[in-house]
C-alpha cells in the first residue's frame, strides 16, 4: 500500500521518466526503432524498476493513468524524432501495455486520442503485450481489434513463455512476435532454446509477421539469429535503453 500511494506522488511529481531502447536490424544492427520503457527515480535517489512497481500500479488501478502518461510521452518523442532537420530511421516507438490497461473500457479509444493530439500516424506505434494479457479475457482481445482497426501495430511480448502461444495467433491480430530472451540464451549451443527460437522464426515467417529476438547479448548470438532468419534484434549487445539525448546522439552520428 505503501509504493501505491509512493507512485500516485510520482506520477504527480515528474519522479517517472521513459528511456528507449533500440531496436536493430540484422545482420549490420542499424537502429529502426525503440521501445519505450519507464524509469522511477525517487526524491531520494533510489531506482525502483518497474518489474516492483508495475505490478503494485495494476493492482491499484494507478496503471491507467502511468500507462497514459507513457504512451502519450513516448508518442509525443517520436513525433519529435520524426521531425528532426536530418531524419530518422525510427520506423516505430513500441510500447507496453499491460492487462489491466487492455481490459480498460475504451483504451483503443484513447490511443487515438493520443495519437491524433501529438499527430503520429497509427503505423509508427506498436503496442507490446503478452499473451497471458490478451488471453485474460474478451475484453483484451476487442480492444486489440479496435486497435488494429486503427493501424497501429500490435507485438506479441516475452513471446513463448505465455499460455496459449499458438491458438492465439489465430485470434488475435498480431504483427511482431517478440521472442523472450530465454530462448535466446543458449541459442549458440545445441540446446533446446535454439531448438525453439528456430521454431518461432519458422512460425513467424510462415504467418508473416516480424521476430524481434530479445535478450541478445553477444556477437555469436546476433550471428546465430542472423543464420536462423531473425532480421530484428534488441539486446544489450547493441544497446540498453537509453535517455532520449543518448539516442539523439545516436541519430546524430546518422546524420
Ligand atoms: O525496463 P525493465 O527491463 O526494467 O522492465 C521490466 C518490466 O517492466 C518489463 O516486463 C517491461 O515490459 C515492463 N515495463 C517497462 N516499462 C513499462 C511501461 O511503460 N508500461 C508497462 N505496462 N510495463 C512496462
Ligand atoms: O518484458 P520486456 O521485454 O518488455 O522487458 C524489457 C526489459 O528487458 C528492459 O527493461 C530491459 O532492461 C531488459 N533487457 C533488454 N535487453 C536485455 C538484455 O540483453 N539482457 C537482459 N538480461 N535484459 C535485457
Ligand atoms: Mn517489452
Ligand atoms: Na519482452
Not at 93 to 112: D, H, K
Not at 188 to 209: C, N, P
Not at 227 to 233: C, K, M, P
Amino acid at each position: 500500500a505503501r509504493m501505491g500511494a509512493q507512485l500516485r506522488q510520482a506520477l504527480d511529481n515528474g519522479e517517472l521518466r521513459m528511456v528507449y531502447q533500440p531496436i536493430v536490424t540484422l545482420p549490420d544492427g542499424a537502429l529502426t526503432g525503440v521501445e519505450a520503457l519507464v524509469r522511477w527515480r525517487t526524491p531520494d535517489g533510489q531506482s525502483i524498476s518497474p518489474a516492483r512497481f508495475v505490478p503494485v500500479a495494476e493492482r491499484n488501478g494507478l496503471i491507467v493513468g502511468l500507462g497514459e502518461w507513457a504512451l502519450r510521452t513516448a508518442c509525443t518523442q517520436a513525433v519529435r524524432w520524426r521531425d528532426r532537420p536530418g531524419g530518422s530511421p525510427l520506423t516505430s516507438v513500441n510500447v507496453n501495455v499491460s492487462a489491466r490497461q487492455l481490459r480498460e473500457p475504451g483504451f483503443a479509444e484513447r490511443v487515438r486520442t493520443i495519437l491524433a493530439d501529438v499527430g503520429l500516424a497509427p503505423e509508427c506505434l506498436t503496442v507490446e503485450v503478452t499473451e497471458t494479457a490478451v488471453f485474460d479475457g474478451g475484453r483484451a482481445l476487442d480492444e486489440l481489434r479496435a486497435l488494429d482497426d486503427l493501424g497501429v501495430r500490435i507485438a506479441l511480448d516475452d513471446f513463448g513463455t505465455g499460455h496459449s502461444s499458438l491458438g492465439l495467433l489465430r485470434t488475435c491480430p498480431v504483427d511482431v512476435l517478440k521472442v523472450d530472451r530465454s530462448f535466446v540464451e543458449g541459442i549458440t549451443g545445441t540446446t533446446e532454446q535454439a531448438a525453439i527460437a528456430t521454431s518461432l522464426i519458422e512460425i513467424a515467417k510462415g504467418l508473416g509477421l516480424r521476430a524481434v529476438a530479445e535478450g541478445v547479448e553477444s556477437a555469436a548470438q546476433a550471428e546465430r539469429l542472423y543464420e536462423l532468419g531473425y532480421q530484428y534484434a534488441q539486446g544489450f549487445h547493441f544497446a540498453g535503453a537509453m535517455d532520449v539525448d543518448q539516442i539523439d546522439a545516436l541519430l546524430e552520428r546518422l546524420d
